[in-house]
Every structure is written in structure tokens, then in C-alpha cells.
């Protein structure tokens, strides 16, 4: 696939490289050995029954103090990143849009914004105005009311909303490696199309980016193409391919891929690790 300027997405060396990746959370053993990698530009999709592992993915990788890498490797852009924080790895270019966002009571939307993209910049200033300006117009294309830069991050927001400021945050934040949990999970069609434009618009402004887009549903996909789509299941990425394996998903559900690799009572092993 390539970009709208012609240029090959993918090309060069790896963006993102996951290696045996196992992952226990309370001690107990929810990943087993995930391999991915992510060329820069290209759009990831993995998919997965609820327990596969996928949301446990997402967290170990931001470095969520619960899920545990017991064994494997992390690199972002050439870096092993397993040994930094998780605000070390959003420096470094990493983001998580969470399926299930926290209110921050208190804080203001674009205060929260301002405060993470000077942190980002290890800067104590930025410009206001050229600050306030780019927010407005990423709230314009999310369509999003004006009053939410300034009410409490995801405080009384409703589904959706949420959904929209976390892909606010992404578009403000310009990440090298976006990790998006769900970001259709709870939303209508129109919401869906809505979070799709934001970030497609995002990917079209920044076209190295990559994209790890986690989803149980094809929908999403009919707006935000797939460069290769996995499947995860008891733990580890059991398939892989290109945008039509997500057709034939939609088509044939998991049991014919399941079944062809003899993988059973996938929901019951993993049922802690969505």
C-alpha cells in the first residue's frame, strides 16, 4: 500500500518490534510468545476473541505496572524500551488510546493537553495561540463542541465522547507509534466514522507513523484500511495477513482458523486477558 505522495508504506527498517513477547499478569502466564513488527506508515489490525490477550498486549506495552514482560523484547525505532516508565515511552513516541478512559476531575481537557505536549517537548512554554488554534481545529474535525476544552477530561463524558478526546489526544500528541484499544468499542456508525476520520486525518498529516489498531469488529476496518491484520488467540498471534483476511473473518468468524490450527476453549484459557 502507499501513501497519497506515492512513497511505499513500510519501507525501511522496522518502526516497531515486538520478539517473544510473554506477559503475566498476578503471576499467571496470559501471553505466550508475541511476535509483530510495524514498518513506518503502516496501519496494524489485531483482532481477537474477548480473553485472546489483545487489551493485555496494549497495556504491557505501555508499561502498565500489572502486566509483567517476563520475557522477550521491545524496541521503538531501534530502542529496547522495556527498562523506561511509561511516561519515558510516550517521550519516546508511544501512545495508548484506552478502551475504558479515566476522568481526571479538576482538569481541564485542553489544560491537560497543553501540560502533555510541553512535557512531551521538554519544554516549560509553547505557543498559545498557535496551541489554541490547532486544538480548535482537531476538535472542528472530531466535532466536537468548543466546550469541551474546558470541562474535566472524560468527566460526565459519554461513550463517545471519550472516544473522541482520547483521539484528540492523539492527534495533538503526534506519537511515533499509536496503540489504539478499541477505539469503536460502544460507538455507533456515525461515531465510528467520526473517530475514523480523526484518525485517518491524523495518519495523512504524520505518514511515518504506525498504527496498532486492536478491534473485535470489521466496521472500523471499512474506514481505517488495514495494511496486514492479525489474529490473536490463547495468548499469542495465531495468523496474519492482508486486509482480506479481515472479510474472511466477518465472514467465517474464528472457529474455521481455530479449528485449523487446533486451538480450543480460546475464551476460557485466556479469560483474564482479553
Known amino acids: 500500500m502507499t501513501h497519497s505522495n506515492g512513497t511505499l508504506r513500510g519501507a525501511g527498517q522496522a518502526l516497531f518490534e515486538i520478539a517473544d513477547v510473554h506477559v503475566t499478569v498476578e503471576g499467571r502466564e496470559i501471553l505466550?510468545?508475541?511476535?509483530?513488527?510495524?514498518r513506518p506508515g503502516e496501519v496494524h489490525a489485531l483482532m481477537g476473541r474477548n480473553g485472546s490477550g489483545k487489551s493485555t498486549l496494549a497495556n504491557a506495552l505501555m508499561g502498565h505496572p500489572k502486566y509483567v514482560i517476563s520475557r522477550g523484547s521491545v524496541h521503538l525505532d531501534g530502542e529496547d524500551i522495556l527498562g523506561l516508565r511509561?511516561?519515558?515511552r510516550a517521550k519516546r513516541g508511544l501512545f495508548l488510546a484506552f478502551q475504558n478512559p479515566i476522568a481526571i476531575p479538576g482538569v481541564g481537557t485542553?489544560?491537560?493537553?497543553?501540560?502533555?505536549?510541553?512535557?512531551?517537548?521538554?519544554?516549560e512554554t509553547i505557543n498559545a495561540?498557535?496551541?489554541?488554534?490547532?486544538?480548535?481545529?482537531?476538535?472542528?474535525?472530531?466535532?466536537?463542541?468548543?466546550?469541551?476544552?474546558?470541562?474535566?477530561l472524560n468527566e460526565g463524558f459519554s461513550g463517545?465522547?471519550?472516544?473522541?478526546?482520547?483521539?484528540?489526544?492523539?492527534?495533538?500528541?503526534?506519537?511515533?507509534?499509536a496503540i489504539l484499544d478499541e477505539p469503536d468499542s460502544g460507538l455507533d456508525i456515525d461515531a465510528v466514522r467520526i473517530v475514523s476520520d480523526g484518525i485517518n486525518t491524523v495518519h495523512e498529516?504524520?505518514?511515518d507513523m504506525g498504527i496498532l489498531l486492536i478491534t473485535h469488529y470489521q466496521r472500523i476496518l471499512n474506514y481505517v484500511q488495514p495494511d496486514r491484520v492479525h489474529v490473536m488467540a490463547k495468548g499469542r498471534i495465531v495468523e496474519s495477513?492482508?486486509?482480506?483476511?479481515?472479510?474472511?473473518?466477518?465472514?467465517?468468524?474464528?472457529?474455521?482458523?481455530?479449528?485449523r490450527l487446533g486451538i480450543e476453549d480460546v475464551e476460557e484459557a485466556t479469560s483474564n486477558g482479553r
Open 32 to 38: 505466550r510468545g508475541v511476535d509483530l513488527t510495524v
Open 86 to 88: 511509561p511516561d519515558d
Open 110 to 123: 485542553g489544560n491537560f493537553l497543553r501540560a502533555a505536549v510541553k512535557a512531551l517537548r521538554g519544554t
Open 129 to 152: 495561540l498557535e496551541f489554541r488554534k490547532e486544538l480548535t481545529e482537531r476538535m472542528q474535525r472530531l466535532q466536537m463542541d468548543p466546550s469541551f476544552a474546558t470541562r474535566a
Open 160 to 177: 463517545g465522547e471519550k472516544k473522541r478526546a482520547e483521539m484528540l489526544q492523539l492527534a495533538m500528541l503526534k506519537p511515533r507509534l
Open 205 to 207: 498529516q504524520q505518514p
Open 241 to 259: 495477513g492482508g486486509a482480506e483476511l479481515v472479510h474472511q473473518l466477518e465472514s467465517e468468524g474464528y472457529d474455521p482458523i481455530l479449528r
